[in-house]
């Protein structure tokens, strides 16, 4: 079985002719689209188990406990979160200059742990 790691909006295909998007990563839910002709069937897993089909034997068991909602919701980056990351930036470069500079280097740390890298490479793609 093939895994991915998918942020929202990108997307795989299947053969040429079935797309299947990520739209939105949310509170422990996951928004997907799919695109494919009406020759191909799609039924959710939990209508083919009520209806008596089996559960494929190739994927995981379902999690004993439900996902934490606060904690595994993704936010979605937007204008306001960048402005703060760019000011805390400036904060941090004043640090350095004035003799702080294990002070903004751990700064500098904990900010790349709130704000992933991937997130930082796609903001400087749109610029």
Same mark, same amino acid.
């Given at each position: 079985?093939?895994?991915?790691?998918?942020?929202?909006?990108?997307?795989?295909?299947?053969?040429?002719?079935? &797309? =299947?998007?990520? *739209? /939105?990563?949310?509170?422990? /839910? $996951?928004? =997907?689209?799919?695109? $494919?002709?009406? !020759? =191909?069937?799609?039924?959710? @897993?939990? =209508?083919? !188990?009520?209806?008596? @089909?089996?559960?494929?034997?190739?994927?995981? $068991?379902?999690?004993?406990?439900?996902? #934490?909602?606060? #904690?595994?919701? &993704?936010? #979605?980056?937007?204008?306001?979160?960048?402005?703060?990351?760019?000011?805390? /930036? %400036?904060?941090?470069? #004043?640090? !350095? %200059? *004035?003799? *702080?500079?294990? !002070? $903004?280097?751990?700064?500098?740390? %904990?900010?790349?742990?709130?704000?992933?890298?991937?997130?930082?490479?796609?903001?400087?793609? @749109?610029?």
């Amino acid at each position: 079985m093939l895994k991915l790691t998918m942020l929202p909006d990108d997307y795989l295909t299947i053969n040429g002719n079935i &797309v =299947v998007q990520l *739209s /939105r990563v949310a509170g422990g /839910r $996951a928004d =997907v689209a799919i695109h $494919a002709g009406r !020759e =191909v069937p799609i039924v959710r @897993g939990e =209508v083919l !188990e009520r209806q008596g @089909g089996k559960r494929p034997e190739c994927l995981a $068991a379902p999690a004993k406990k439900k996902a #934490r909602y606060r #904690r595994d919701q &993704v936010f #979605r980056w937007n204008d306001d979160r960048e402005r703060a990351v760019k000011a805390m /930036r %400036q904060v941090m470069d #004043r640090l !350095e %200059q *004035s003799g *702080s500079a294990d !002070e $903004a280097k751990l700064l500098r740390l %904990q900010l790349d742990r709130i704000v992933p890298a991937v997130w930082e490479d796609d903001l400087a793609e @749109g610029q």
